[in-house]
């Protein structure tokens, strides 16, 4: 797949960003430091265009596999948001419960 070559591209580019020499100068030589990250950001950006153009060719060559990796993801993604639904869901129905419980109690010390 994709993805995991692109997420270490981003990071490889994050760590060469932080790790510029320019960023250990003081004064900060403010034009070096931007031809610096402009050089790292189109170096990042023909990666990912190489990158997603092979995941373009893959896709189109083999739609069922990326189905299929979507599948899983859209699956885990389910899995880990449904326990924290449910909680807001239950969280909600106690605090329902609470409500009904004070308005008829109000309504018995009117009366």
């Known amino acids: 797949t994709v993805i995991g070559p692109v997420l270490t591209a981003l990071g490889n580019s994050a760590s060469q960003l932080v790790m510029l020499d320019e960023w250990r100068s003081w004064p900060i030589a403010w034009k070096p430091l931007g031809s610096s990250i402009q ?17 373009a060719n893959t896709f189109l060559e083999n739609p069922i596999q990326f189905a299929f990796h979507l599948s899983i993801f ?14 807001r869901k239950k969280v909600g129905v106690d605090k ?16």
């Open 96 to 111: 329902d419960d609470d409500e009904e419980i004070s308005i008829s109690s109000g309504e018995s010390a009117q009366q």
């Open 39 to 55: 050089h790292i950001l189109k170096s990042l950006g023909v990666t990912l265009e190489s990158l997603m153009a092979r995941g």
């Open 74 to 87: 859209v699956s885990v993604l389910l899995i880990t948001l449904i326990p924290g639904i449910e909680r």
